[in-house]
């Protein structure tokens, strides 16, 4: 487990698993309607119980395994959150599609009220990683937490302002208004500066992981390198022609919405 490789691996099998549970989960809460989506945030309690408690106890274990424990921990407190926000749960006050005349600041208010309420709850975790892992030996579950939380930002402004490829097949049905708040685009000034970004932010990670002086540092930097690796990914989906979608649907059943043309984004 003290193989960088093993480490990066490991990032990817979690990153391409994960996200497939997430979006399994809420496409059969969609199917089975009523109150399946709030069953799933209450399902996924342990979830959020073990994320917490992960992070508590890795906070002083400078260690390969505390290292490992506080980068599965933040994932998990991550993936909580994640779940609430796509179950309708944990969204924001404007659940109505976009304004087709909002231009500007209107536009940018409405599509920030649909997401608030998560945004304040993932600010407010990563506020409270902060404060608890100040001086911290083991910090990399505040890492973590901050790669995933930096590079989801970047993603959704870029979605804002307009990127080529938009994938809606994947909204559940409490986020269906969500997709309206997109924008096709060819490109947008923040897309270079969020590669060129994520790329540093990769090679300072692989940097610090060959020059570490211990194995649990070594290995929570070729987990920080692994993890914005694949942020970068993402955001290349965001215009290269590559059938990425193909990666999760598989495992997944069809949307009752497939054929809703209120799925598409406005242009």
């Not at 809420?26 to 992070?55: E, I, K, N, Y």
């Not at 991550?78 to 609430?84: P, R, T």
């Not at 060129?196 to 020059?211: I, K, Y």
Request: proline share 6%; with cysteine; hydrophobic share 55%.
């Amino acid at each position: 487990m003290t193989n960088p490789w093993t480490a990066a691996l490991i990032t990817l099998f979690l990153w391409w698993f994960s996200t497939g549970a997430i979006l399994w989960r809420v496409r059969h809460a969609d199917r089975a309607g009523g109150t399946a989506h709030q069953m799933s945030v209450v399902l996924g309690l342990p979830l959020l119980a073990g994320g917490l408690w992960g992070l508590g106890t890795s906070l002083d274990d400078a260690t390969p395994t505390g290292t490992y424990t506080g980068f599965l921990a933040a994932l998990a407190l991550w993936g909580w959150i994640e779940l609430a926000f796509l179950s309708g749960v944990i969204t924001g006050p404007n659940t109505r599609t976009a304004s087709p005349f909002a231009r500007g600041w209107d536009r940018f208010r409405q599509a920030t009220l649909t997401i608030l309420w998560h945004e304040a709850a993932l600010i407010a975790a990563l506020a409270l990683l902060a404060y608890a892992a100040h001086g911290a030996a083991n910090p990399f579950g505040l890492y973590t937490f901050a790669v995933l939380f930096f590079a989801r930002l970047s993603a959704k402004l870029n979605l804002f302002f307009g990127v080529p490829r938009i994938h809606t097949e994947f909204l559940p049905r409490p986020l269906a208004h969500l997709a309206s708040h997109f924008r096709h685009a060819r490109m947008n000034w923040l897309f270079p500066a969020s590669i060129t970004g994520l790329t540093f932010a990769t090679g300072c990670w692989l940097e610090r992981a060959t020059s570490a002086p211990t194995d649990a540092t070594m290995i929570g930097h070729a987990l920080l390198a692994a993890l914005t690796a694949l942020a970068l990914l993402e955001h290349w989906f965001m215009v290269l022609p590559l059938p990425d979608q193909k990666l999760w649907r598989w495992m997944l059943p069809a949307s009752p919405d497939a054929a809703d043309p209120t799925l598409s984004p406005r242009k």
